[in-house]
């Protein structure tokens, strides 16, 4: 299984993942990547800025977060 390089969240389930091939989940791109395109580095300077160790990934409910964005109450 491949996981987001932040959340952790499975990119098998993540449609945006599945079709670009990207390393982490759509929530996190719009989040903490943005336009740019994503790189190791954007994402290490990511998980950095997060404070995440190695093997750790930020908890977050996609789907909350994905109602959030698109203005959406859940």
Same mark, same amino acid.
């Given at each position: 299984?491949?996981?987001c390089a /932040?959340? *952790?969240n499975d990119l098998g389930n993540d449609l945006f993942a599945s /079709?670009? *091939?990207e390393k982490c989940c759509a929530i996190c791109k719009l989040k903490f990547i943005g336009g740019l395109p994503t790189s190791d580095e954007r994402i290490a300077a990511a998980r950095a800025k997060l404070g995440l160790a190695d093997g750790d990934y930020?908890?977050?409910d996609n789907g909350a977060e994905a109602?959030?964005?698109l203005g959406h109450r859940r």
């Amino acid at each position: 299984m491949k996981r987001c390089a /932040v959340c *952790g969240n499975d990119l098998g389930n993540d449609l945006f993942a599945s /079709v670009t *091939g990207e390393k982490c989940c759509a929530i996190c791109k719009l989040k903490f990547i943005g336009g740019l395109p994503t790189s190791d580095e954007r994402i290490a300077a990511a998980r950095a800025k997060l404070g995440l160790a190695d093997g750790d990934y930020l908890q977050q409910d996609n789907g909350a977060e994905a109602a959030r964005i698109l203005g959406h109450r859940r």
